[in-house]
C-alpha cells in the first residue's frame, strides 16, 4: 500500500507548524527592563514605548527610581521613544475641568514623582527620530536608557 502524495505534503506542513509553535518562531514576546535617564537623573513618569514589526508596540511607565519593566515586547528588532509623562495626560484632564479628579490625582501618591522629573529630548519622542533601538529576545532583557540634554 502507498501513501498519497498529498497526505506527504500535509505531514511536512504539519510538522514545520507545529516545529515553529514549539520553539516560539515567528512571533512571540520577552520582557525588557533597564532603567531611564536624563543627565543622571530619573525619568520619573515618562512612558517607554517599544515599537516591533507587524505594527505590535509594548509600553512601560517609569518607576520613581528609574526603572521600567515592560513584559510583553515582540520579540525581534524593535525601535523605541519615550514620552514625557504630561504629554500622556498624567496633568490636569478634562475631568478636572468638569469637578472630577485630575489623572494625576487618580495616581496613588507612592507613585507620583516627588519632584518635577527632567525632560525628554525632543528627539526621543518619536521612533522616526529616536537612535535607541533593541533585538528582543524570549525572556528576560535589560535594556538602559541615558540621554543628555541638548
Known sequence: MTAHPRSHR??????GVLAA?????GGGT???EGKV??????????TVIFSGGENRSEMAVVRDDGTYQAPRV???????ALM?????GMGRGPLAAKGGKSDMEK??????PSSPPPAIPKRY???????LTLTVKGGRNEFNIEMSSP
Open 30 to 32: 520577552g520582557t525588557v
Open 10 to 15: 500535509f505531514a511536512l506542513v504539519f510538522t
Open 107 to 112: 495616581v496613588p501618591k507612592s507613585a507620583q
Open 125 to 131: 519622542t518619536d521612533v522616526r527620530t529616536s537612535d
Open 84 to 88: 514625557p509623562a504630561m504629554m500622556l
Open 37 to 46: 535617564t536624563v543627565d543622571g537623573k530619573p525619568a520619573v513618569g515618562a
Open 21 to 25: 509553535a514549539i520553539c516560539g518562531c
Open 74 to 80: 515582540p520579540v525581534g528588532p524593535v525601535k523605541v
